[in-house]
């Protein structure tokens, strides 16, 4: 079992920026991969970011391409979640997930374990 702890959420004026944590714990060396998801209320969880835990390659949604951007720290057991130039429309409940195997696409829930509890970013207009 692989246990998930979401930190750094928050409010924030539009255009401000967050650092998002995520620690891993329990059985860490089964971890292929390592992302972010979000949702907001009344809509669907959807991919933010994710990295492979190895290799350190990243994917990201285009929605926030060029304004987030996932690391990890292996040493640690730790994946964050760098967000600048946040809008409004960035405000969800971020979780942080993570996936034993590789799946066909790594940015689908379905591909992922084990999940975080949450936390929840603001962005104010």
């Known amino acids: 079992q692989v246990q998930l702890a979401e930190s750094g959420g928050g409010l924030v004026q539009a255009g401000g920026s967050l650092r998002l944590s995520c620690a891993a714990s329990?059985?860490?060396?089964?971890?292929?991969?390592m992302g972010w998801f979000r949702q907001a209320p009344g809509k669907e969880r959807e991919f933010v970011a994710a990295?492979?835990?190895?290799?350190?390659?990243?994917y990201t949604a285009d929605s926030v391409k060029g304004r987030f951007a996932i690391s990890r720290d292996n040493a640690r057991n730790t994946v964050s979640l760098q967000m600048n130039s946040l809008k409004p429309e960035d405000t969800a409940v971020y979780y942080c997930?993570?996936?034993?195997?590789?799946?066909?696409?790594?940015?689908?829930?379905?591909?992922?374990?084990?999940w975080g509890q949450g936390t929840q970013v603001t962005v104010s207009s």
């Open positions: 329990g059985r860490t060396s089964a971890i292929y991969i």
């Open positions: 990295i492979k835990w190895n290799s350190g390659s990243t």
């Open positions: 997930a993570a996936a034993r195997y590789s799946g066909p696409y790594s940015t689908m829930t379905f591909e992922y374990d084990y």
